[in-house]
Nanobody
Framework: QAQLVESGGGLVQAGGSLTLSCTADETIFSRYIMDWKRQAPGKQRESVARLLTVGAPEYSDDVAGRFSISSDNAKNTIYLHMKNLKPEDTAIYYC???????????????WGQGIQVTVSS
């Protein structure tokens, strides 16, 4: 059973914009740190943007200034707003619930199914 469900993604031209959504079960959304990761062909999965319980969100150097992560608590949903997309942004994007700080680090991680984002040059 899927606890995290992603939507959005698709094909966009370089310079365009795209928004991804991830809806989680309330029991997960209320307890976990949520983030977005991506994996390009032949490369390791990398962190893109992370929501924190306090303070400003964190971004990778590659996307800082172009991507923005946000949340709608009433909908148990996080978003990844992507602007000025580049061909190197092409990857499968994953929503992730990080269990590191849940139940003294014993909780399982949860993952969305992955969404393909393709940016054409």
């Amino acid at each position: 059973q899927a606890q995290l469900v992603e939507s959005g993604g698709g094909l966009v031209q370089a310079g365009g914009s795209l928004t991804l959504s991830c809806t989680a079960d309330e029991t997960i959304f209320s307890r976990y740190i949520m983030d977005w990761k991506r994996q390009a062909p032949g490369k390791q999965r990398e962190s893109v943007a992370r929501l924190l319980t306090v303070g400003a969100p964190e971004y990778s150097d590659d996307v800082a200034g172009r991507f923005s992560i946000s949340s709608d608590n009433a909908k148990n949903t996080i978003y990844l707003h992507m602007k000025n997309l580049k061909p190197e942004d092409t990857a499968i994007y994953y929503c992730h619930a990080d269990g590191t700080y849940v139940d003294r680090g014993t909780a399982l991680d949860y993952w969305g199914q992955g969404i393909q984002v393709t940016v054409s040059s």
